[in-house]
């Protein structure tokens, strides 16, 4: 397991933060308030379940800011982890979290609708292992009032992962997967 989550803190660090990909990962980075969770189950249930208990931790440890939940033996096939996806954002509703918690996405298959594979700006999500970040909607709320034209943010990433092209995102994730600590 702690093979999984080095490899997710360098793509954290050396893709996502060193090319500010999200400019609100160093801050919390450096306060030690992102928690990294492996669901190390095959079964569905067994990780949705897993998924809860992170949206408690979040709930009642407030140093921690927001949770990394990785899926170590599910959702490899992209088809899959979406499906996934949908399930978990229904049951975070079912559960009373909307509005509370928000899931982003990270695979290291990731294609935007209507993208070509191949788009280097699919890098903005893609990540070592299928993932979804916990993100307290009142945390982001906050960050996004306090940065200037946040709206911004995803053309820039595209802008950003294209002019970087494919062969260099595409090392940058492969350096982070193939490590082996």
Request: charged residues 25%; glycine residues 4%.
């Amino acid at each position: 397991m702690s093979v999984i989550i080095k490899q997710t803190q360098c793509w954290l660090d050396n893709v996502i933060i060193k090319h500010n990909i999200c400019p609100f990962a160093k801050k919390e980075r450096d306060k030690g308030s992102i928690h990294f969770c492996v669901a190390e189950h095959s079964d569905l249930a067994q990780i949705l379940e897993n998924l809860i208990v992170e949206c408690e931790r979040l709930e009642t440890q407030t140093d921690i800011e927001t949770t990394l939940f990785i899926l170590s033996q599910y959702g490899q096939h992209f088809d899959d982890y979406l499906d996934f996806l949908d399930i978990a954002n229904k049951l975070l509703v079912e559960q009373g979290y909307e509005g509370v918690f928000q899931l982003a996405s990270f695979h290291p298959d990731y294609c935007f609708e209507h993208s070509d594979e191949n788009d280097p700006a699919n890098y903005t999500n893609r990540s070592p292992y299928p993932m979804v970040h916990l993100i307290r909607e009142k945390s982001l709320e906050k960050a996004l009032l306090n940065y200037p034209e946040p709206e911004l943010i995803p053309e820039r990433n595209i802008r950003y992962c294209r002019d970087l092209g494919l062969v260099t995102m595409q090392k940058m994730l492969s350096d982070c997967q193939g490590t082996k600590f």
